[in-house]
């Protein structure tokens, strides 16, 4: 679930982008996106046993695949936030 998640933020981002003032960055953070998006779609393929594609539980720390999607995007607007705040030209 944390796959479509991030292509679900990716895709938000990418429609602002287009309209939302030059400013906000917004290329620099859905380009962010779009590579998280894409690691995690290779892992995925890379790391299939068979059954179900898109699973809703890991065996990690965090059990919640959609809580584990979530925290995944928290540093990546960290990330994009400082950057916005510290962009000097």
Known sequence: MWLITSLIA???VT???AFAPKKYKLEFLALMLWGLT????VDHILGYEGGAFIEFETD???TNSTVL???MLIPIFAFW???L???KK
């Open 10 to 12: 990716a895709m938000v």
């Open 15 to 17: 429609l602002l982008w």
């Open 38 to 41: 894409i690691m995690i779609f």
């Open 60 to 62: 990690g720390l965090i």
């Open 69 to 71: 999607g979530v925290v």
């Open 81 to 83: 936030g400082f950057k």
């Open 85 to 87: 705040a510290f962009n």
